[in-house]
């Protein structure tokens, strides 16, 4: 039997290039579809954000019509405007599925391009779905072996992303191991996504999302063409390790236990629409609310890590979409409305009082034990003093829709339909719904989107 390839894009390349839908556990093709599911719902209601308004704007301006859908108006463009549109507006509400121990957000790159590659390319469900686990596989172990040192600059959804993006398009596209392994160098050296968006500017992070899915897609393309990438551009001296994480990536993690270990297994599909790093104070606030009842607050204390408070310390969000990166906000409106919905980021909410004044009276520790395991979990504790002297307290290790307590499928078919009909209204958002499963089936994606997607 014949070495593997040494670099590492070519290892991939020959696990993305070889991958079958018809040879994948049944249970990761279940979660494909679901991916899938979850993406289009973020997709369409993202265009009804200021960011999807936005880029949609752009697309027309730049012309109209082409073969890959825009999900959100439910129109066409070229693939690569689609790609854009798409993975930016999935992107938008802050809702698409993510993977804890990375900090990444796998869907809004490999599906978006997925799916514009396989309306450019007249593919089938089956060879579509295979290219969204290989985005998945790719994306997670990118990021993965980018770490955290990467992510106090980058933004990993943007970095590993437009990695994911290349796999997924270069595997729906049928494309050689050679192919691929171009592609991966072709998308490298266009990684990008800057921390320096937050706290002033969260809405340019879905750009990141966007332009991944757009550049991923653009490298398949061009590998197809023959353009050639390079498959050191992973560990080579001028690299993305050697620039993007000075201190030393974890190499061995873009291939460890490939194709044995699926990392897709690993993601979770959310039940709130903010960011991740401020999943466990709301489950913790959700978990102590019963306890507090009437009595006034005092004051509250959340232990977290340091790299989420990085991210999500903002005091004074400005708008919803700011709210969904601000923790204080977030465990406010937890404790005051014993949910945390969309509803809690309109501009009404955002000037309720008594959030304003709770959020007062949080304060945020960086926790050392917590950032030791941050990789792998992103645990809070939270305190709240109340008046009459008592000290509740509550630990959160998973959040909601993590794989430790997953949404049921009946749960992500509901999410699906609420989120769809923002934009599409509920009796088109429920026929969708009604036909994604039988996707993988189709023989041909863009017949199924000019049946299901169309006006």
């Known amino acids: 039997m014949a070495n593997p390839p040494a670099r590492l894009a070519e290892r991939l390349a020959a696990f993305t290039a070889a991958l079958r839908w018809q040879d994948l556990p049944a249970d990761v093709r279940g979660l494909a579809v679901q991916a899938f599911r979850d993406w289009v719902a973020n997709a369409a209601a993202?265009?009804?954000?200021p960011f999807g308004e936005a880029v949609l704007a752009v697309a027309r301006a730049a012309g109209g019509g082409g073969r890959a859908s825009l999900i959100g108006p439910l129109g066409a463009a070229d693939p690569l405007t689609?790609?854009?549109?798409?993975?930016?507006?999935?992107?938008a509400l802050e809702f698409d599925d993510s993977h804890k121990g990375t900090f990444y957000h796998p869907g809004s790159p490999a599906c978006a391009a997925a799916l514009a590659a396989a309306q450019a390319a007249s593919r089938s469900?089956?060879?579509?779905?295979?290219?969204?686990?290989?985005?998945?596989?790719?994306?997670?172990?990118?990021?993965?072996?980018?770490?955290?040192?990467?992510?106090?600059?980058?933004?990993?959804?943007?970095?590993?992303?437009?990695?994911?993006?290349?796999?997924?398009a270069a595997r729906t596209l049928g494309l050689s191991a050679g192919q691929t392994a171009a592609a991966f160098g072709l998308a490298g050296?266009?990684?990008?996504?800057?921390?320096?968006?937050?706290?002033?500017?969260?809405?340019?992070?879905?750009?990141?999302?966007?332009?991944?899915?757009?550049?991923?897609?653009?490298?398949a393309l061009l590998a197809r063409e023959g353009v050639p990438g390079p498959a050191s551009i992973l560990e080579g001296s001028r690299g993305v390790f050697a620039a993007m994480v000075p201190t030393g990536a974890d190499a061995e993690a873009c291939v460890a236990a490939l194709g044995?270990?699926?990392?897709?297994?690993?993601?979770?599909?959310?039940?709130?629409?903010?960011?991740?790093?401020?999943?466990?104070?709301?489950e913790a606030a959700l978990h102590l609310r019963p306890q507090v009842g009437d009595a006034a607050v005092e004051r509250i204390v959340v232990h977290s890590n340091a790299i989420s408070?990085?991210?999500?310390?903002?005091?004074?969000?400005?708008?919803?979409?700011?709210?969904?990166?601000?923790?204080?906000?977030?465990v406010a409106a937890a404790l005051i409305h014993g949910r945390v919905t969309q509803a809690e980021f309109a501009p009404e909410a955002l000037c309720d009082?008594?959030?304003?004044?709770?959020?007062?009276?949080?304060?945020?520790?960086?926790?050392?034990?917590?950032?030791?395991?941050?990789?792998?979990?992103?645990?809070?504790?939270?305190?709240?003093?109340?008046?009459?002297?008592?000290v509740l307290e509550a630990t959160s290790e998973t959040r909601r829709g993590d794989p430790e307590q997953p949404l049921s499928v009946a749960e992500i078919s509901e999410k699906f339909r609420a989120l769809a009909a923002l934009a599409w209204g509920t009796e088109k958002a429920a026929r969708v719904d009604a036909e994604i499963d039988a996707l993988p089936g189709c023989d041909s994606v863009p017949a199924w989107a000019e049946r299901v997607l169309s006006v």
């Open 189 to 219: 050296t266009q990684a990008a996504g800057l921390w320096e968006v937050l706290p002033d500017a969260p809405a340019a992070k879905n750009l990141h999302a966007g332009k991944a899915a757009q550049g991923g897609l653009l490298a």
């Open 125 to 168: 469900g089956a060879e579509m779905f295979a290219g969204i686990v290989a985005g998945y596989e790719a994306g997670i172990r990118l990021a993965a072996a980018l770490g955290p040192e990467h992510y106090r600059v980058w933004h990993t959804t943007g970095t590993a992303g437009v990695f994911a993006a290349a796999a997924a």
């Open 260 to 282: 044995e270990t699926w990392r897709i297994r690993e993601i979770t599909f959310k039940a709130y629409p903010i960011c991740g790093h401020t999943m466990t104070p709301v």
């Open 309 to 330: 408070l990085r991210v999500v310390s903002n005091p004074d969000p400005h708008d919803g979409y700011a709210a969904k990166f601000s923790m204080p906000y977030c």
């Open 353 to 390: 009082a008594r959030i304003r004044d709770l959020m007062g009276r949080i304060a945020l520790v960086a926790d050392p034990e917590f950032d030791r395991i941050a990789r792998t979990i992103r645990p809070a504790r939270m305190e709240i003093h109340l008046a009459d002297g008592r």
């Open 46 to 49: 993202g265009t009804t954000t």
């Open 82 to 91: 689609a790609a854009l549109v798409n993975g930016g507006s999935s992107h």
